[in-house]
């Protein structure tokens, strides 16, 4: 009898849940488009304001979700290739990808320079000879997030990059971050010393006594800072209506504090929160810089997706939203556990997003992909402590609710048997 009364409350719940996402969703639809229409985009942006949530169409959400997943933006750090998966050649770049990767040409161009990168471009020729090798072994391997980052040498001047690749529904996406000349010799070493970093705090995480949400939040806010350096670091929690919550947090001294403050739904919109159960860290260097625009084969039915992208550039709105914070640079990792339903198998529950891990700076910064790839990790650790200490405290729940449902039933069955002592 428990457990039916579990699972419904269970699909109640899943129920309220999907109710509440398809609204809000509607409402940032809503929200983004008055941004866009806005000629005061300060003050648009500010979503904490309240919002009147008329009925948006269903083509004015498709559309902002395609803009949100679509983008055709990248940051401007680095470069963008998308690549047929079986030919390897490019179906979409980024615009600042010729001079990033040095082929871009300092006098009149001859035609070989002018043809150097376009649509239809085999991308091994891009890079030098060991690096297209990586390249072609990495698309021709089922899980590619499993090799990243691979490191390439552009072919005209060896400059180094971490290709980071992942496929789409169209081919390869090729993310390309440059790495600083002077790190490569140690690349290994330097990775490897990132593991090390985050293998401590890994250790110091579960030491930690159970029981204790609060104090495994305070101390993963405080081992992300010592990794990354951010001025500011926040745990953040989702709350069953969706709004989210500062529960622990790091930061410097001059700064203002955030902790226990409570932000509407629309702050951290149902997209964005689509997204980073995509990608588990989003990485923003500068949200001032002007965004790069990636062109694409026409032949292509629609924008490629961004979505799995270290590049995707923030929409306006969002970007805005970021410097009426005094936020410049900012780095957001996901937090998973399990869904709570007790109608399916342990093995055959989803994930749902738990809360954010937000890291904010007052200027421009970056993180290379092997710290942020080490901090991943890290937070995956951390979800799985979690986890743990959320399904103990369902636990106690539901042995207090059984408790109190069972004095209750000896409170009516001690009365009507006084009631029918009584009359007899």
């Not at 089922?142 to 980052?149: H, K, M």
Request: aromatic content about 6%; some cysteine.
């Amino acid at each position: 009898m428990s457990n039916k009364g579990s699972s419904s409350r269970s699909s109640s719940a899943q129920s309220r849940h999907s109710d509440r996402v398809v609204s809000q969703t509607s409402l940032d639809a809503k929200l983004h488009a008055d941004f866009e229409d806005s000629d005061q985009p300060g003050a648009a942006a500010n979503r904490s304001s309240t919002a009147e949530s008329g009925r948006v169409p269903s083509s004015s959400v498709s559309a902002y979700l395609q803009l949100m997943q679509r983008g055709k933006f990248v940051q401007p750090y680095g470069c963008l290739l998308s690549i047929e998966a079986q030919t390897l050649n490019i179906i979409a770049f980024s615009e600042n990808a010729a001079e990033m990767l040095d082929l871009a040409p300092h006098a009149v161009p001859s035609i070989d320079q002018r043809e150097a990168l376009t649509i239809g471009t085999d991308v091994r020729t891009l890079f030098r000879s060991t690096s297209s090798a990586a390249l072609q072994k990495a698309a021709s391997f089922g899980d590619v997030n499993l090799l990243n980052p691979i490191l390439v040498h552009c072919k005209s001047s060896g400059k180094p990059f971490y290709a980071i690749m992942h496929r789409i529904d169209v081919g390869l996406v090729i993310d390309l971050e440059p790495v600083n000349p002077t790190d490569v010799p140690v690349t290994a070493a330097s990775a490897l010393k990132s593991y090390k970093l985050a293998s401590k705090a890994i250790s110091r995480l579960q030491s930690l006594p159970s029981g204790n949400i609060s104090l495994l939040c305070d101390v993963l806010v405080r081992e992300v800072s010592e990794l990354t350096g951010y001025d500011r670091v926040m745990a953040y929690k989702f709350h069953e209506d969706e709004h989210g919550e500062v529960i622990a947090e790091c930061r410097r001294p001059d700064l203002e504090p955030y902790l226990g403050l409570h932000y509407p739904a629309t702050d951290i919109p149902q997209a964005s929160r689509f997204l980073f159960m995509k990608n588990k860290v989003r990485m923003i260097c500068d949200c001032n810089a002007s965004p790069v625009k990636v062109i694409q084969d026409k032949k292509l039915d629609q924008p490629i997706t961004l979505c799995g992208s270290t590049l995707r550039a923030p929409h306006g709105c969002h970007a805005q939203y970021m410097s009426n914070m005094g936020s410049i640079a900012s780095l957001v990792m996901s937090v998973t556990i399990n869904e709570v339903d007790d109608s399916m198998g342990t093995d055959q529950r989803g994930t749902k997003l738990w809360g954010l891990v937000v890291c904010h700076h007052t200027s421009p910064r970056f993180i290379p992909f092997p710290l942020r790839y080490a901090c991943e990790f890290l937070l995956q650790v951390f979800g799985i402590q979690l986890n743990k200490e959320v399904e103990l405290a369902a636990q106690v729940r539901e042995k207090h609710i059984l408790r109190t449902q069972t004095i209750l039933c000896d409170m009516l069955l001690r009365d009507a048997y006084i009631y029918l002592h009584t009359i007899s």
